[in-house]
Protein backbone atom coordinates (compact mmCIF):
# COMPACT_ATOMS: atom_id res chain seq x y z
CA UNK A 1 0.00 0.00 0.00
CA UNK A 2 1.17 3.57 -1.25
CA UNK A 3 0.70 5.45 2.53
CA UNK A 4 -1.19 2.96 5.64
CA UNK A 5 -1.99 3.52 8.92
CA UNK A 6 -1.83 0.73 11.00
CA UNK A 7 -3.74 -0.06 14.39
CA UNK A 8 -3.40 4.23 14.31
CA UNK A 9 -4.47 5.43 17.60
CA UNK A 10 -4.29 8.83 19.58
CA UNK A 11 -5.99 9.59 23.26
CA UNK A 12 -6.28 12.71 24.41
CA UNK A 13 -5.79 12.09 28.11
CA UNK A 14 -9.31 10.09 28.81
CA UNK A 15 -10.67 10.57 25.34
CA UNK A 16 -10.02 8.12 22.28
CA UNK A 17 -9.89 10.55 19.35
CA UNK A 18 -8.46 7.72 16.83
CA UNK A 19 -8.68 4.05 17.83
CA UNK A 20 -6.99 1.42 15.98
CA UNK A 21 -7.25 2.82 12.75
CA UNK A 22 -6.43 0.31 9.83
CA UNK A 23 -6.29 2.57 6.01
CA UNK A 24 -4.66 2.82 2.87
CA UNK A 25 -4.44 5.50 0.90
CA UNK A 26 -4.28 4.73 -2.72
CA UNK A 27 -1.80 6.00 -5.30
CA UNK A 28 -2.89 8.42 -8.06
CA UNK A 29 -6.34 8.24 -6.48
CA UNK A 30 -9.20 10.37 -4.82
CA UNK A 31 -9.57 9.24 -0.91
CA UNK A 32 -11.88 10.35 1.27
CA UNK A 33 -12.72 10.32 4.96
CA UNK A 34 -15.86 11.34 5.87
CA UNK A 35 -17.79 10.99 9.84
CA UNK A 36 -20.01 13.17 11.85
CA UNK A 37 -18.52 16.43 14.10
CA UNK A 38 -16.16 15.33 16.52
CA UNK A 39 -15.27 11.42 14.37
CA UNK A 40 -11.36 12.26 14.55
CA UNK A 41 -10.95 13.11 11.07
CA UNK A 42 -8.95 15.82 11.35
CA UNK A 43 -6.50 14.03 14.34
CA UNK A 44 -6.23 11.31 11.61
CA UNK A 45 -4.67 14.30 9.30
CA UNK A 46 -2.70 15.78 12.21
CA UNK A 47 -1.40 12.24 13.01
CA UNK A 48 -0.60 11.21 9.07
CA UNK A 49 1.25 14.53 8.40
CA UNK A 50 3.50 14.85 11.88
CA UNK A 51 1.46 17.23 13.85
CA UNK A 52 0.35 14.48 16.35
CA UNK A 53 2.14 11.59 17.55
CA UNK A 54 0.39 8.45 17.75
CA UNK A 55 -0.47 6.63 21.26
CA UNK A 56 -0.59 3.58 19.35
CA UNK A 57 0.52 2.42 15.79
CA UNK A 58 2.01 3.48 13.07
CA UNK A 59 1.92 5.46 9.47
CA UNK A 60 3.85 3.79 6.92
CA UNK A 61 4.64 5.82 3.65
CA UNK A 62 5.90 3.97 0.74
CA UNK A 63 7.02 0.98 3.47
CA UNK A 64 8.77 3.49 5.49
CA UNK A 65 7.43 4.43 9.12
CA UNK A 66 7.23 8.26 9.43
CA UNK A 67 5.03 8.14 11.98
CA UNK A 68 8.21 9.81 14.84
CA UNK A 69 9.19 12.23 11.85
CA UNK A 70 8.82 15.80 12.38
CA UNK A 71 6.05 17.72 9.71
CA UNK A 72 8.69 19.27 8.17
CA UNK A 73 10.55 15.68 7.26
CA UNK A 74 7.19 14.63 5.85
CA UNK A 75 6.74 17.48 3.84
CA UNK A 76 10.42 16.92 2.37
CA UNK A 77 8.92 13.44 1.79
CA UNK A 78 6.14 14.50 -0.66
CA UNK A 79 3.41 14.82 1.80
CA UNK A 80 1.84 18.25 1.91
CA UNK A 81 -1.71 19.81 3.84
CA UNK A 82 -4.00 21.73 4.17
CA UNK A 83 -5.94 23.06 6.97
CA UNK A 84 -9.33 23.03 8.33
CA UNK A 85 -9.15 26.57 8.55
CA UNK A 86 -7.22 28.23 6.29
CA UNK A 87 -3.80 30.19 8.48
CA UNK A 88 -3.06 32.67 5.66
CA UNK A 89 -1.06 35.96 6.32
CA UNK A 90 -4.11 37.99 5.87
CA UNK A 91 -2.31 41.41 5.74
CA UNK A 92 0.03 40.02 2.90
CA UNK A 93 -1.17 39.73 -0.83
CA UNK A 94 -1.98 36.36 -2.24
CA UNK A 95 1.35 36.14 -4.16
CA UNK A 96 3.30 37.11 -1.04
CA UNK A 97 1.66 34.02 1.19
CA UNK A 98 2.49 31.55 -1.84
CA UNK A 99 6.13 32.69 -1.70
CA UNK A 100 6.71 33.03 2.28
CA UNK A 101 4.99 29.98 2.53
CA UNK A 102 7.34 27.84 0.13
CA UNK A 103 10.00 29.81 1.43
CA UNK A 104 9.31 28.54 5.15
CA UNK A 105 9.62 24.97 3.72
CA UNK A 106 13.04 25.42 1.20
CA UNK A 107 15.87 24.93 4.01
CA UNK A 108 18.76 28.12 3.29
CA UNK A 109 21.26 28.29 6.25
CA UNK A 110 22.48 31.03 8.34
CA UNK A 111 24.75 32.02 6.07
CA UNK A 112 22.92 32.51 3.14
CA UNK A 113 20.58 34.52 5.01
CA UNK A 114 23.06 36.99 6.38
CA UNK A 115 25.11 37.24 3.53
CA UNK A 116 22.88 37.18 0.65
CA UNK A 117 24.75 34.68 -1.20
CA UNK A 118 24.12 34.34 -5.06
CA UNK A 119 22.70 30.65 -4.29
CA UNK A 120 20.00 32.13 -2.09
CA UNK A 121 19.16 34.61 -4.60
CA UNK A 122 19.02 31.91 -7.15
CA UNK A 123 16.65 30.08 -4.50
CA UNK A 124 14.61 33.30 -4.35
CA UNK A 125 14.02 33.54 -8.10
CA UNK A 126 13.10 30.31 -7.82
CA UNK A 127 10.48 30.32 -5.13
CA UNK A 128 8.79 33.39 -7.20
CA UNK A 129 8.60 30.91 -10.23
CA UNK A 130 7.21 28.49 -8.90
CA UNK A 131 4.45 30.90 -6.38
CA UNK A 132 3.60 32.33 -10.20
CA UNK A 133 3.27 28.60 -11.72
CA UNK A 134 1.42 27.22 -8.76
CA UNK A 135 -1.53 30.30 -8.88
CA UNK A 136 -1.64 29.72 -12.21
CA UNK A 137 -2.88 26.12 -11.65
CA UNK A 138 -5.21 27.23 -9.11
CA UNK A 139 -6.95 29.58 -11.14
CA UNK A 140 -5.34 32.83 -9.18
CA UNK A 141 -3.80 34.82 -11.69
CA UNK A 142 -5.79 37.72 -11.80
CA UNK A 143 -5.65 38.17 -8.50
CA UNK A 144 -2.07 37.96 -7.28
CA UNK A 145 -1.38 40.77 -5.90
CA UNK A 146 -5.23 41.25 -4.03
CA UNK A 147 -4.35 41.30 -0.36
CA UNK A 148 -5.76 38.11 1.23
CA UNK A 149 -8.73 39.96 3.52
CA UNK A 150 -10.21 41.40 0.39
CA UNK A 151 -10.54 37.99 -1.05
CA UNK A 152 -13.55 35.47 -1.17
CA UNK A 153 -13.36 32.56 0.79
CA UNK A 154 -13.15 29.94 -2.15
CA UNK A 155 -10.31 32.16 -3.18
CA UNK A 156 -8.32 32.01 0.17
CA UNK A 157 -9.26 27.41 -0.42
CA UNK A 158 -7.42 28.25 -3.44
CA UNK A 159 -4.66 29.99 -1.89
CA UNK A 160 -4.04 27.43 0.30
CA UNK A 161 -4.40 24.29 -1.83
CA UNK A 162 -1.17 26.75 -4.15
CA UNK A 163 0.69 26.98 -0.62
CA UNK A 164 0.37 22.86 -0.85
CA UNK A 165 1.01 22.95 -4.41
CA UNK A 166 4.26 24.88 -4.67
CA UNK A 167 6.19 22.41 -2.61
CA UNK A 168 5.84 19.88 -5.67
CA UNK A 169 3.68 16.73 -3.49
CA UNK A 170 3.31 13.47 -4.65
CA UNK A 171 0.06 13.64 -1.75
CA UNK A 172 -1.99 16.27 -1.11
CA UNK A 173 -4.58 16.10 2.06
CA UNK A 174 -7.15 18.32 2.11
CA UNK A 175 -9.15 18.82 5.51
CA UNK A 176 -12.71 20.04 4.30
CA UNK A 177 -11.32 21.91 1.46
CA UNK A 178 -14.99 23.51 0.54
CA UNK A 179 -16.06 24.77 3.59
CA UNK A 180 -17.90 27.50 4.05
CA UNK A 181 -18.38 28.38 -0.08
CA UNK A 182 -21.71 28.26 -1.69
CA UNK A 183 -22.58 25.10 -3.97
CA UNK A 184 -21.65 26.68 -7.32
CA UNK A 185 -18.21 27.71 -5.40
CA UNK A 186 -17.89 24.13 -4.29
CA UNK A 187 -18.25 22.88 -8.29
CA UNK A 188 -15.49 25.22 -9.34
CA UNK A 189 -13.19 23.68 -6.40
CA UNK A 190 -14.24 20.22 -6.91
CA UNK A 191 -12.59 20.72 -10.33
CA UNK A 192 -9.54 22.05 -8.93
CA UNK A 193 -9.14 19.29 -6.62
CA UNK A 194 -10.23 16.60 -10.21
CA UNK A 195 -7.12 18.58 -11.90
CA UNK A 196 -4.73 17.78 -9.15
CA UNK A 197 -5.33 14.25 -9.19
CA UNK A 198 -5.56 14.11 -12.67
CA UNK A 199 -2.03 15.73 -13.15
CA UNK A 200 -0.78 12.54 -11.06
CA UNK A 201 -0.84 14.10 -7.44
CA UNK A 202 -2.54 11.85 -4.73
CA UNK A 203 -5.60 13.29 -3.33
CA UNK A 204 -6.94 12.61 0.89
CA UNK A 205 -9.76 14.58 1.59
CA UNK A 206 -12.12 14.96 4.65
CA UNK A 207 -15.51 16.33 2.79
CA UNK A 208 -18.94 16.67 4.37
CA UNK A 209 -20.66 17.69 1.00
CA UNK A 210 -21.65 14.03 0.27
CA UNK A 211 -22.77 14.55 -3.63
CA UNK A 212 -19.42 15.82 -3.90
CA UNK A 213 -17.39 12.99 -2.52
CA UNK A 214 -19.79 10.39 -3.97
CA UNK A 215 -19.01 12.04 -7.73
CA UNK A 216 -15.68 12.47 -7.37
CA UNK A 217 -14.08 9.66 -4.61
CA UNK A 218 -12.83 6.68 -5.89
CA UNK A 219 -12.60 4.87 -2.08
CA UNK A 220 -13.93 6.06 1.11
CA UNK A 221 -13.38 5.36 4.73
CA UNK A 222 -16.20 6.34 6.98
CA UNK A 223 -15.17 7.61 11.30
CA UNK A 224 -17.17 7.42 13.89
CA UNK A 225 -15.99 8.34 17.63
CA UNK A 226 -12.51 7.66 16.56
CA UNK A 227 -13.61 3.99 15.03
CA UNK A 228 -13.33 3.17 11.40
CA UNK A 229 -16.84 2.01 11.03
CA UNK A 230 -16.63 1.32 7.09
CA UNK A 231 -14.20 1.63 3.93
CA UNK A 232 -14.99 0.95 0.51
CA UNK A 233 -16.73 2.44 -3.15
CA UNK A 234 -18.76 5.76 -2.81
CA UNK A 235 -21.93 2.83 -3.86
CA UNK A 236 -20.99 0.73 -0.79
CA UNK A 237 -20.89 3.22 1.38
CA UNK A 238 -24.36 4.56 0.28
CA UNK A 239 -25.93 0.94 1.29
CA UNK A 240 -23.96 0.28 4.38
CA UNK A 241 -26.23 0.06 7.05
CA UNK A 242 -23.53 1.08 9.87
CA UNK A 243 -23.13 4.65 8.40
CA UNK A 244 -26.89 5.18 7.77
CA UNK A 245 -27.40 4.57 11.51
CA UNK A 246 -24.31 6.93 12.48
CA UNK A 247 -25.64 9.69 10.27
CA UNK A 248 -29.09 9.69 11.79
CA UNK A 249 -27.58 9.16 15.49
CA UNK A 250 -29.16 6.02 16.03
P1 LIG B 1 -13.30 16.02 13.37
O1 LIG B 1 -12.22 16.62 12.54
O2 LIG B 1 -13.77 14.69 12.84
O3 LIG B 1 -14.47 16.94 13.58
P2 LIG B 1 -11.31 16.09 15.48
O4 LIG B 1 -10.26 15.17 14.99
O5 LIG B 1 -11.07 17.53 15.38
O6 LIG B 1 -12.71 15.68 14.82
O7 LIG B 1 -11.59 15.76 17.01
C1 LIG B 1 -11.86 14.44 17.48
C2 LIG B 1 -12.06 14.48 18.99
O8 LIG B 1 -10.80 14.74 19.63
C3 LIG B 1 -13.01 15.57 19.47
O9 LIG B 1 -13.75 15.06 20.55
C4 LIG B 1 -12.08 16.69 19.90
O10 LIG B 1 -12.65 17.47 20.91
C5 LIG B 1 -10.87 15.91 20.43
N1 LIG B 1 -9.60 16.61 20.26
C6 LIG B 1 -9.04 16.99 19.10
N2 LIG B 1 -7.85 17.59 19.29
C7 LIG B 1 -7.64 17.60 20.63
C8 LIG B 1 -6.58 18.05 21.48
N3 LIG B 1 -5.49 18.63 20.97
N4 LIG B 1 -6.72 17.87 22.81
C9 LIG B 1 -7.81 17.28 23.33
N5 LIG B 1 -8.83 16.81 22.60
C10 LIG B 1 -8.76 16.96 21.27
MG1 LIG C 1 -12.07 18.46 11.59
Redesign the pocket.
Known sequence: MYLETRNLT?R??G?T??SGVDFGIERGKVNAII????????????LITGI?RPSEGEVLFKGKDISKLPPNKIAELGVARTF?TTNLFERATVFENVVVGHRLRTRSNLFDAVFRTKRLKEEEEKCKEKALKVLDFAGLSAITDRVVTNISQEEKKRVAFALALATDPEVIFL??PTAGVNPDETEELSLLIEKMAQKGITVCL?EHKMKMIMNMADKIMV?NY?EKIAEGTPEEINNNDEVIKAYLGG
Not at 35 to 46: D, L, Q, V
Open positions: KFGLAIGPNGAGKSTFFHHQDEILG
